[in-house]
């Protein structure tokens, strides 16, 4: 009975070591799986951290080219004359970026016109030039075109200057456009001096036609005008007239009371005969020496010989004691008068030598007299 009992217990016993040795060998492989799986977990996390240091490593030298860039760009925009900025197109036209020059050429911070805080960058440009800085804009949002426009700005003191801007429009895949980039240069010398250079190329060409001594218009104003008017009478069908005058015995004036007072002489009868033509049209020039020359277009005769007559009563009345002339106590003029409507086979020369022979027979009747020529009109 005994013997039975203990071979059941030992049978059982050795299910159960069986069992246990199984579940050891189970334990053990769960064990060597782990094993693996940490070590594949640990190998895979090693290469994630490995990675991510390569992206920081990356993320460094791309920060660090950034900043570089960032540096040569405010290098670059900071020795530029002009200012750089970036426009969002729209409908305020608000300013994204403007560099530090902007303040240099207007006066005013960039802060000031960044998202138009304090005021917009158009609230300085000269109110008569809007519609042309507009205008550019405008064109320079076609892809093919560019922005070049030079337009007035009133700056912080208040005073104009003038600007050259320069820009582009930058566009979305799509085609729509983003921004508008560009910058503005002051052009305020440059324009100054191509001001002053036209007032002096005016100033030039005035003296060019000017007589020095008298400061009425000289032989070279006289034959420009002259030509002019003949061909515009000749065109209209009117009549044109010249008087030619000369100041009476002036060699002796000039020989007994010196160059001087004969330089004096020449400018007092030149603004008198000066202030004689009323007309835009009408010229009194110095025709040459003591000779003076008036041109009266659509004048005709009998309204040209009372000019010349007004002419030598004015000089008379000026009352220049002239102790030497021989027909007078005082300077007088003998005026020869020609007039004539100008036909194809015509020349304003013919016009000047009957006005010339007019002046002739003047002298020859005894000066101090105006001479009428063959009425050509």
């Given at each position: 009975?005994?013997?039975?009992?203990?071979?059941?217990?030992v049978a059982k016993l050795e299910v159960e070591i069986t069992?246990?040795?199984?579940?050891?060998?189970?334990?053990?492989?769960?064990?060597?799986?782990?094993?693996?799986?940490?070590?594949?977990?640990?190998?895979?996390?090693?290469?994630?951290?490995?990675?991510?240091?390569?992206?920081?490593?990356?993320?460094?030298?791309?920060?660090?080219?950034?900043?570089?860039s960032e540096e040569q760009f405010r290098?670059?925009?900071?020795?530029?004359?002009?200012?750089?900025?970036?426009f969002r197109i729209d409908s305020e036209w608000t300013l994204e970026y403007i560099s530090e020059m902007i303040e240099e050429i207007t006066g005013f911070p960039p802060s000031?016109?960044?998202?138009?805080?304090?005021?917009?960058?158009?609230?300085?440009?000269?109110?008569?030039?809007?519609?042309?800085?507009?205008?550019?804009?405008?064109?320079?949002?076609?892809p093919m075109k560019s922005i070049h426009v030079e337009y007035r700005i009133i700056d912080a003191n208040n005073q104009i200057r003038w600007f050259i801007e320069k820009g582009q429009a930058i566009f979305s895949e799509l085609g729509q456009p983003l921004w508008l980039d560009g910058s503005i240069f002051d052009d305020s010398e440059r324009k100054h001096a191509e001001d002053a250079l036209q007032e002096a190329n005016k100033e030039l060409q005035r003296l060019a036609?000017?007589?020095?001594?008298?400061q009425i218009p000289n032989r070279r104003r006289f034959d420009e005008h002259l030509a002019n008017e003949w061909?515009?009478?000749k065109r209209d069908r009117k009549p044109i007239s010249l008087i030619l005058c000369d100041i009476d015995y002036f060699k002796l004036y000039n020989d007994n009371y010196g160059h001087q007072e004969g330089d004096g002489c020449l400018q007092a009868v030149a603004r008198a005969i000066h202030q004689v033509v009323k007309r835009s049209s009408d010229l009194a020039a110095r025709y040459g020496g003591e000779e003076f020359a008036l041109i009266l277009p659509d004048t005709d005769m009998p309204g040209a010989i009372y000019i010349a007559e007004k002419t030598r009563k004015i000089i008379a009345e000026l009352k220049i004691p002239h102790g030497y002339s021989k027909v007078d106590r005082h300077v007088t003029l003998s005026l020869g008068v020609a007039g004539r409507?100008?036909?194809?086979?015509?020349?304003?020369?013919?016009?000047?030598k009957e006005a010339d022979n007019a002046m002739y027979q003047a002298k020859k009747q005894g000066r101090n007299?105006?001479?009428p020529g063959n009425p050509g009109i």
């Open positions: 009975m005994r013997t039975e009992k203990l071979k059941e217990t069992e246990r040795k199984k579940a050891e060998e189970e334990l053990r492989a769960i064990h060597e799986r782990l094993k693996e799986q940490v070590t594949e977990q640990t190998k895979a996390l090693q290469e994630t951290i490995d990675q991510l240091n390569v992206q920081l490593e990356e993320r460094q030298l791309v920060s660090e080219a950034l900043h570089e290098s670059l925009v900071a020795n530029l004359p002009g200012a750089v900025y970036r000031f016109f960044i998202r138009n805080r304090v005021r917009s960058y158009r609230s300085i440009i000269h109110p008569d030039d809007l519609e042309k800085v507009d205008r550019a804009i405008q064109e320079g949002l076609d036609i000017m007589d020095g001594l008298t061909n515009r009478m409507i100008s036909f194809q086979d015509s020349l304003p020369e013919d016009l000047i007299c105006v001479f």
